[in-house]
C-alpha cells in the first residue's frame, strides 16, 4: 500500500462516519498550527505547510476540487508567513509577535477582496463544474481562507473574524462531504479561535511597537 493509500484509507467509524487518516492527521496538524498561531510563535507557519499538504490527499479523495485549492494557498500563504514573520518588522522589542487591529482602509481592502475572490471562484466553478461540486461554498472558503491568512501574516486581530466567518461554512460542508473528523474538529477550532481572538485583541491594546525593519528575527 502507498503511502496516499493509506492517507486515504479509513482509520475508524465514529457516529457511523468514516474517518480518514489524511483528514485526521492532516486536521490535528491544523490545530497544532492554530494553537501556536494563538501563542505568536513563528512555529505555527511550517505547521500550516504540514497541514496543508496532507489535508491536499483528504479533500482529493472527496472530490472537493475547492478543499485542494484551499490548502494550496495554505501551503503557500505558509511560506510567505513564514518569511513576514522573520523579517523583523511584525516583531516588538521584547522578541514576540506584534499583533494589531486593521486600519478601516486595511479592513476595506480585505472585504472588497474577498468579495471579488469568491465571485471570481465562484464563477469559474460554476462554469466548470467538473472542478467543485459545491461551486459557492468552495469558493467561499478558498477565499476566506487566503483573507484569514494574509491577515495573519500581518498581524491582524481581524484574522480570528476571518476564520470564524470561514467555519460557518466549513463545518456543514465537512459532514456532508464524508470529512467527519474535520467537522469535528471545527467544534474545537471555535474554542481557540475565540480564545486566540481575546489574546490578541488584549495585547492590541499593549501599545507595543514594532522593531526597524530588517532586525532580527
Same mark, same amino acid.
Given at each position: +500500500? ?27 496538524? *491544523?490545530?497544532?498550527?492554530?494553537? $501556536? ?67 478601516? #482602509?486595511? #479592513?476595506?481592502?480585505?472585504?472588497? *477582496? ?10 469559474? /466553478? ?15 472558503? /478558498? ?5 484569514? +491568512? ?5 498581524? $491582524? ?39 486566540? +481572538? #481575546?489574546?490578541?485583541?488584549? #495585547? ?9 525593519? *530588517?532586525?532580527?528575527?
Amino acid at each position: +500500500m502507498s503511502a496516499l493509500s493509506w492517507l486515504n484509507s479509513v482509520a475508524f467509524t465514529a457516529f457511523e462516519q468514516p474517518i480518514k487518516w489524511s483528514d485526521m492527521i492532516g486536521n490535528i496538524v *491544523g490545530l497544532i498550527a492554530l494553537a $501556536l498561531g494563538w501563542r505568536r510563535s513563528i512555529w505555527t507557519w511550517p505547521a500550516q505547510f504540514a497541514s496543508g499538504v496532507i489535508l491536499v490527499a483528504a479533500y482529493a479523495s472527496a472530490q472537493l476540487s475547492g478543499g485542494v485549492g484551499k490548502q494550496l494557498l495554505v501551503i503557500g500563504v505558509a511560506v510567505w508567513g513564514w518569511r513576514q514573520w522573520t523579517r523583523g518588522k511584525q516583531q516588538t522589542q521584547d522578541g514576540t509577535i506584534a499583533v494589531r487591529f486593521a486600519s478601516w #482602509r486595511e #479592513r476595506g481592502v480585505l472585504v472588497a *477582496g474577498a468579495a471579488a475572490g469568491t465571485l471570481a471562484v465562484g464563477g469559474l /466553478f460554476t462554469l466548470y463544474p467538473s472542478l467543485s461540486w459545491s461551486p459557492w461554498a468552495d469558493a467561499y472558503i /478558498f477565499i476566506g481562507t487566503l483573507v484569514a +491568512m494574509v491577515a495573519q501574516a500581518r498581524g $491582524l486581530v481581524e484574522f480570528w473574524f476571518a476564520w470564524l466567518l470561514v467555519d460557518v461554512v466549513g463545518v456543514p460542508l465537512a459532514f456532508n462531504s464524508d470529512l467527519a473528523f474535520s467537522g469535528l474538529v471545527y467544534v474545537i477550532y471555535f474554542a481557540l479561535v475565540l480564545w486566540g +481572538m #481575546r489574546d490578541w485583541w488584549l #495585547r492590541s491594546r499593549n501599545g507595543a511597537q514594532p522593531v526597524l525593519e *530588517g532586525a532580527a528575527a
